[in-house]
C-alpha cells in the first residue's frame, strides 16, 4: 500500500505586501494629557474665564450636613428644655395644715384626706416636696399637708 501525498492541501496563506505609511496616529507624548498640564493651561487662562465645578464635592457636602444636623440638635434641644419648663408643675404656696402621722398613714392616706379638685398624685407630690419625705413616715412624725 502506498500513500500519495498531495500539494494542494498544504498551501500556505497568501501573503501581502504593506505600504511604508503608518496604520495609526502616534502621538508625542509630552502632548498626551495630564494633570499638571492641564493645571498649566488653567492657570495660563484669563481669571475671568476660569469657573468652579458646578457639582460640589464630598468634603464639603459632608460638612453642610454635619453643621445642618448640629443645628437641628441644638433647635431639638431647645424645644424641648421650654416645653419641660412649660409643663414643669409650680411648688405647692397656698395654706397648710400641720397633722401628726398615727399607726398606718401613708403620704397617699394624708393626700385623700384633702378635699381638692386636683388629681391625688399632684398633693402628694406636694406632701413629699413641703416636708422633704424620702421614705415612709415615721408614727408621730409632724406633716404639713396643703388645705387645697
Request: proline share 5%.
Amino acid at each position: 500500500m502506498t500513500v500519495v501525498a498531495s500539494q494542494e492541501g498544504a498551501r500556505r496563506p497568501h501573503l501581502q505586501l504593506v505600504s511604508e505609511e503608518s496604520l495609526a496616529s502616534v502621538y508625542d507624548i509630552r502632548q498626551a494629557p495630564s494633570a499638571r498640564r492641564r493645571r498649566e493651561l488653567l492657570r495660563n487662562d484669563d481669571p475671568s474665564m476660569r469657573r468652579r465645578p458646578v457639582v460640589a464635592t464630598r468634603s464639603s457636602l459632608g460638612l453642610r450636613r454635619l453643621l445642618s444636623g448640629a443645628v437641628a440638635f441644638i433647635a431639638a434641644t431647645g424645644i424641648a428644655v421650654g416645653a419641660g419648663l412649660a409643663l414643669q408643675t409650680q411648688p405647692y404656696d397656698g395654706p397648710t395644715r400641720v397633722v401628726s402621722v398615727s399607726s398606718g398613714d401613708s403620704v397617699w392616706s394624708l393626700a385623700q384626706g384633702v378635699s381638692t379638685t386636683r388629681p391625688l398624685k399632684d398633693v402628694v407630690n406636694d406632701i413629699e416636696e413641703l416636708n422633704d419625705v424620702q421614705g415612709a413616715l415615721q408614727v408621730g412624725q409632724e406633716v404639713r399637708v396643703p388645705t387645697r
